[in-house]
Each structure stands twice: as C-alpha cells, then as structure tokens.
C-alpha cells in the first residue's frame, strides 16, 4: 500500500484543518453575539414601537445587518458539521451504503457541486457590493458594501470547510470506523 506523506498526522492537513476549526469557532461566536444583537435590537423595536408608541427604525437596520451575517457566517459552520440540508439530501438518501467506493464518488461529487457554485458565487457577491457601494442604510447610514461585504466572506468560510472535508474525506477513505486501515487489518491477518 502507499503512504502519501501529505496525511501523515502533523502535515499540512492537519494544520489546514487546525486553521479551519479556528476560524469556524470564530465564526461560532460572533454569529452568538450577532444573533443576541437581533434579539436585543428586535425586543427594543417591540418596546419602542408598542409601549413608548415611538419609531425606531434603526433597530430593524440593524437586526436586519446583525441577521445577515450570522447567517452567512453560519453556512460555513454549517458545512463543516454536515448539516447543510442540501449536503444531507445527497449523501444520506442516495447513498449505497454496502458500496464504500460509490458512496465516496457521491460525496465527492455533491461536495464538487457545491463546490463549483459557491465559487460562482462569489465574484458575485463582490460585484454586488460594487453597485451598492454608494448607498447608505436610510437610518444607521451605514455603507451598503458593508452588508453585502457578508456574502463573499460567509462563502469564502464555505469554501475552506469544502476543501477541508474533501482532504479529511480522502484521509479517511479505508478506514473503518474505529479509525484503522482496512488494509493494515488485511495485512496483520
């Protein structure tokens, strides 16, 4: 059997996938913080509008933004623990579980699909961020670019926990679930 170096425990692998985990804790706590300023910004527009009987747009702005990027930044998190919907519809329900080779072929190709669309839809993000980059929210006044600035960083995290669970998947490809080569167990019978 072959031994690919890039595998090996304290490799490149794993110091990507060290620098993955990081970020996605990261992105776990302030999408926390982000998602008490929804509640708090929507709980004080409750407040305001109902009992104080005055406006406060403001504070839909700005559960609205906080929203926004806890949700972008969520999608990535998402990914890394597998529990994008659209990832489990292809890997859990059509998978051939007796067929290790094709469940790896349909992983790879739904993580290759997902892939190849958040990749597209990045400049897509950025162009957007461009149109609007001269307006302003009407009552925080804060620059559009900055909102939409979410989209390319929430899919950017998307991308690296893609990368990172395809080179995981490849690592792991043999192993049975305790962890152990197939073909070491082959080898020591």
Partial sequence: SASYPIYRRGTTLDIFDKIVRKINKGC??????????????SFTQVLCRYFLHIAAAWTEELAR?????????????????SSNPVMSMLTDHLTNKGNKKGLLAQRLFAYAVMLFITVL?????IKF????????????GINLKYLYLSIPIGLSIVVLNIINN??????NWGKDDTG??????????
Avoid: R, W
């Avoid at 839809?121 to 993000?125: A, Q, S, V």
């Fill in 129 to 140: 961020m461009g149109n609007v980059s001269i307006q302003t929210s009407a009552q925080l």
């Fill in 166 to 171: 395809v080179l995981t998947l490849l690592k």
């Fill in 180 to 189: 152990t080569s197939q073909e070491a167990e082959e080898g020591a019978l």
């Fill in 28 to 41: 776990v706590d302030i999408g926390v913080v982000l998602l008490v300023v929804v509640i708090l910004a």
């Fill in 65 to 81: 933004m906080a929203f926004n990027y806890s949700c972008m930044l969520g999608a990535g998190v998402c990914i890394a623990e």
């Fill in 121 to 125: 839809l990045i400049p897509i993000g």
